[in-house]
Every structure is written in C-alpha cells, then in structure tokens.
C-alpha cells in the first residue's frame, strides 16, 4: 500500500463539481475523527469532466476564507481524487516488498495497460492475500493516474499555500474506510450472508462497493452521477438545513418548480436505478445469489439529498439504511460521517500518488509562507513591547511632573492615580518580557526593533526574488513543455511521411526484385542452355556405333562443336570410325589432323577384314574436328 500516517491532524478535500467537502481530522492510527468540517458549493468551471482542476484564485480564496471561519489552521491537506481518466487492473503477484512490487509494475507496464503509462503515476492496494502452492500471493487492483491530473491539484494547494501529505483515490479511500468499520451500515437483526451496497453519488459518477462477510467483494465506478441536475434535485430534497455553504433554497418555490424538480429527480433516479441494477446482476454472477438480501446506503453527496436517495433505493428495491460509526469514534454524527467518509478513508492509508519534484516547489512556499507568519508576530510583539515600554515612560515623566505642580488639585490627583494603576500593569508586562523602563532601554530596544525591521525587509526582498525565480522556472517549464509537445506532434507528423515513403520503397524493391527475377531467369534459359546439354547423348551414341577398341584419348567441348583425340589398333579401324562419324546427324567433319601410327607391325588395308587379327602392338591415333549440324541447333 501507499502511506502511513501514525497520528496526526490532516486537513483533508473532496473537491466536484457540485460540492467541495473539506474535514480537519485528527488521525491516530487505524482511527479518524472528524473536528472540523465544511461543504461549499463548487464554483462554476472549477472542476473539468475528467476531474482535473481549474485552479483559480476564487476557489483558493473561498476554501481560505471558510477554513479561517471555521477555526483550521492545519495546513498539511490530503486530497481524494475522482476521475474517469484513472486505469485500473486487477492482478496476482508474489508478497515481495512494496519496492518491489512497484518496479516489477513499472517493468511490465505495458502487460498491464494498453497506453503508453510514461506520462502516468503507478500504485497499487492490496485487495487480498492468500496462499498458492505455498507461496504468499497478492491479489492487487494497479492504478495509473495521469500526473497532469495530480499536477492540477498542487496548483491548488499553492495558491492556498498548505503542503501536500498524499493524493488518493476516492476509491481506495473507501476501501480504508470500509476496512477500519466493515459494519457500517449492518444491523443485529440482517441474516448472515447478507451484503451491504455503498454508493458514493457525485456529479462526475456513482461509485459502487458491495460488502460482504465483513470484507469488499466488488467496486465498480459507472459515469452516471448527479451530474448537473445537483441544484435541482436539492430543490426536489426541499431540505432548507442543507449545511451547504452558498447554497440558498428558495422560500416561495411555486408549485410548477416544486413538479419540474421532482420530474427531474424520478428521471434521474430511474437513469441511475438501470446503471445500477446492471453492476448487482455482475454482483450476483461473481457471488451467486446466496439469500438475496442486500442492504444499501448513499455516501457523499448522497447524504446531502435524502428525499432523492430514498427514492433511488425505493426504485432498486433496496432496504435503506445510514451509515454510523462502531466503537470508539461513534461520537462522529451519522450524517457528517457519510458525508465526509471518502475524506476520511483518505487519511488512513492513501495511495502514494504524490510528485516529488512538485512537492518540493510545494514545500518552499509553505516553508516561506510559515516564516513570515513568525516574522510578522515577532514583528507585532516587538512593536507592542516596544511602545509600551515608551509609552510607560511618558506617563511616568508626565504623572510625576503634574503631581508636583497640581499636587492639591483633586482631579489631577485622581488622574495621576489612573496613570499610577496604567504603569503599574505596563511594568507587570514588562517585567514578563524582561524589559527594564529605563530610557537606555528602550533607545536599545528601538535600535534592535529598527535592525529586526530591516532585516525583515531584507527577507521579503530575497523572499520576493525567490518567488519571481519561481514563476520565471514556471513560464521555463510551460515553454519546455509547449517545445515537448510540438516535438511530438513533428515526430508523429515524420513518422507518417516516414512510413508513406517506406511503403514506396517497399513497392519498388518488390518491382525491382520481380524484374531481377524475370531476367535472371530468361538469362539462365539463354546462357546456361547451351548446345553441349546433350553431349551425354552424344558420347553414349559414340560407345554404341564404336568398335570395342575405339578410345578417346582428349575431348575439348565449345557452343560450336568438338574436338576428339582417337586412338584405334589399325588404319583400318581409322576408315570405319571417320565413316561411321560422317553418319551421325548431329554432327559433320570438319577435319582430320595428326595421323600417327604408334607400335611395330604391318597389316595390308585390302587383304585384312577389319574385324580380323590384329597385332596387339599397334596403335594408331589422330584427331578430328567435328561441328554441329543446323538440324542439332535447331533441335536444342
């Protein structure tokens, strides 16, 4: 989870755009007790539909004045936060360190989210644990809040001047409070297994959380809420007692705006009651039905409008109930405790949604704010000590000399008695600051009051110059921030000429590739078919007309014929081969060279058959040059 308390007094908001709620509450561990509380109504264009602020001087002056009306001078604030722009996801993960747990999140950031959560705060609350396999398991509900939504509310708090302790959820913030009073709204009398439905109506939504055994089974937040139907629907509720500051009810409503306003409140309470009815039957799916029986109250604004909330539960067909406290805090009223229960969830353990950069900022002008508060007492009780001392002084030097000139003058005397009894209380409180009425005294005591001035001045010079760096830093920030934006918007504007162009090139290498292709393959039937493909055919034609003793000595192959080294036994042999060659259609002689006759022996041409004896010693070689015939070449 996010932050722990211990004990403090925490000033804590609620800011919507129909009411802004603010409680000083004095927090001591798992407890809250509200002191001090108020509502307002929210100026107009405070709060924008996603639940970002507007800060404005209005409101910081409004919430300012009615804090000092009501007696607040804490300054530590809390802020409970309601937008539809916060995602959330549910998940298990081991029971690491919180450490841990947030970086394994921000590491596998985009498993959980669909969006880019740079630009988001993470955090997460713990919704159970049990055991799996032996091993502790956390089943975890993981929240991304956009930090420009965080960032509007220290805005506010800066024009209040009041630190900032935590920014929650006010989700989370009822999950606290539900978790330290989980009997909130059960009766003595409701069977068991019954669960208890809170809704938390506000103008931007209605938050929904089904309890059940004591502990949260389901919360869901739908975008129906109160919407800008708020004032008229006080006007339906007619509830003059409203303890709405700004909110004024008239008193002579005629009939026809007393009908318009209840039309309204039936439209609205029949608009929730099909939202609503929807999240139950999820409800009953998940759970199952058990008994059926469910008890429900209306929190927040809700508790401002009770003729409406009667009727909203009255249409869901659900026993209404209020909210109280147990134990040691039942002294808390059950109207102010459900209205400000959401401030209340917020102080006990808030989310750690806080902006260490901008609570810096924050700090330094709370921590000047703070100094010049004391430099101003300091300041009013010199002076106070001051002029006292003066003027006792003065009274003495003036009660001594009419009391020797008029000492029998009656009326002088009982005024030199008025002016003794004066003295004598100045001395009493000079005495409590150690003040000697002397006048070196109080020439030392204007010297220091005229050096603690100018070093007071001193300190709003640097104090002032401080504040102009401060606002320089701002304007810095914003023109950093414009630049990033329109960064952005180049970058996406380059991507796109980017991915144009890939897409181009891309075409292109496909044409150029597909070209390639086309000509390597007409290259391949031009070139590499080439008219010795059949030379296989060729030389098996020779072994099948040859005599056994034919042997090819060399062969030298070209596109246009070939050229063969022969080697026979007789000259006889060399007729028979030349005649068999001039037969083959394939090829033509186009010459026969190197006649060599190698060995002894003789053998007569015309006397001897070829196929007749031999003598084995002889050997006969030459070589011919063969081409190819047009019929070949027309075949290949």
């Keep these: 989870m996010g932050i722990s308390f211990g004990s403090k007094h925490l000033l804590a908001f609620q800011i919507d755009n129909g009411v802004t709620q603010v409680a000083e509450l004095r927090v001591s561990g798992k407890n809250a007790t509200v002191l001090k509380s108020f509502s307002v109504l929210t100026p107009m264009g405070t709060v924008e539909s996603d639940g970002t602020l507007i800060a404005s001087a209005e409101l910081a002056a409004l919430l300012r004045e009615q804090m000092k009306k009501h007696g607040i001078k804490t300054d530590r604030g809390v802020f409970c936060v309601n937008s539809d722009r916060v995602i959330t996801r549910q998940t298990v993960v081991q029971n690491l360190k919180r450490n841990e747990i947030l970086s394994l999140l921000s590491t596998n950031s985009q498993d959980y989210f669909p969006v880019d959560v740079s630009d988001y705060k993470l955090d997460y609350s713990v919704q159970e644990q049990f055991e799996e396999n032996g091993t502790k398991m956390l089943r975890i509900q993981?929240?991304?809040?956009?930090?420009?939504?965080?960032?509007?509310?220290?805005?506010?708090?800066?024009m209040m001047e009041i630190g900032i302790e935590a920014v929650d959820l006010s989700g989370n913030s009822l999950l606290q409070a539900v978790g330290v009073n989980p009997d909130m709204i059960m009766s003595e009398e409701d069977e068991e297994g019954s669960t208890y439905l809170i809704a938390n109506l506000y103008s931007g939504g209605t938050q929904l959380t089904f309890i059940k055994d004591g502990t949260v089974r389901l919360q869901r937040t739908i975008s129906n809420g109160l919407g800008d139907s708020f004032d008229t629907l006080m006007l339906a509720n007619a509830d003059r007692s409203s303890g709405i500051l700004g909110y004024v009810l008239s008193a002579d409503m005629d009939r026809e705006e007393m009908e318009r306003a209840s039309e309204v409140a039936n439209a609205k309470a029949a608009e929730l009651t099909a939202a609503i009815n929807r999240i139950i039957e999820y409800y009953y799916s998940v759970e199952g039905y058990g008994n059926g029986k469910i008890y429900g109250t209306a929190i927040g604004q809700g508790v401002l409008l009770p003729a409406f909330v009667s009727l909203l539960f009255k249409e869901l067909d659900i026993e209404l109930r209020t909210t109280h406290r147990i134990g040691a805090n039942a002294e808390d009223a059950d109207k102010e405790y459900g209205l400000y229960l959401p401030c209340i969830g917020a102080c006990l353990h808030p989310l750690n949604l806080t902006d260490r950069a901008l609570s810096m900022t924050l700090e330094n002008i709370c921590a000047k704010r703070r100094w010049l508060e004391r430099a101003a007492i300091v300041k009013r009780n010199f002076i106070i000590l001051a002029g006292a001392a003066i003027f006792a002084v003065c009274v003495l030097v003036s009660a001594l000399m009419a009391g020797v000139v008029t000492v029998e003058n009656l009326t002088t005397k009982a005024t030199i008695d008025d002016y003794r009894t004066k003295i004598e209380v100045l001395s009493e409180v000079a005495k409590q600051h150690h003040i000697k009425l002397n006048a070196e005294s109080v020439r030392d005591a204007l010297q220091a009051?005229?050096?603690?001035?100018?070093?007071?001045?001193?300190?709003?010079?640097?104090?002032?110059?401080?504040?102009?760096?401060?606002?320089?830093?701002?304007?810095?920030?914003?023109?950093?921030?414009?630049?990033?934006?329109?960064?952005?918007?180049?970058?996406?504007?380059?991507?796109?000429?980017?991915?144009?162009?890939?897409?181009?090139?891309?075409?292109?290498?496909?044409?150029?590739?597909?070209?390639?292709e086309e000509v390597m393959f007409t290259m391949d039937e031009d070139f590499m078919n080439t008219y010795n493909d059949n030379i296989v055919s060729f030389m098996e034609e020779l072994e099948?007309?040859?005599?056994?003793?034919?042997?090819?000595?060399?062969?030298?192959v070209t596109d246009q014929g070939i050229n063969m080294g022969i080697e026979v036994q007789s000259k006889e042999q060399v007729i028979y081969v030349i005649q068999e060659l001039r037969e083959f259609d394939t090829v033509e002689i186009v010459g026969i060279s190197g006649l060599t006759i190698v060995g002894g022996g003789y053998s007569d041409l015309f006397e001897e058959e070829i196929d007749g004896p031999f003598n084995p010693t002889q050997r006969v070689r030459f070589t011919v040059a063969l081409k190819y015939t047009e019929l070949f070449r027309e075949q290949n």
């Design 544 to 556: 099948d007309r040859m005599p056994s003793t034919f042997t090819v000595t060399a062969i030298a």
């Design 449 to 516: 009051y005229k050096q603690k001035l100018a070093q007071l001045e001193q300190d709003e010079q640097i104090y002032e110059s401080l504040k102009a760096e401060h606002e320089q830093l701002a304007e810095t920030y914003l023109a950093l921030k414009e630049a990033c934006e329109q960064l952005e918007l180049d970058f996406a504007y380059t991507e796109s000429v980017y991915n144009k162009e890939y897409a181009v090139y891309e075409d292109f290498s496909k044409s150029i590739w597909s070209w390639y």
């Design 142 to 158: 993981i929240n991304a809040v956009p930090k420009p939504l965080i960032a509007s509310y220290y805005e506010l708090a800066k």
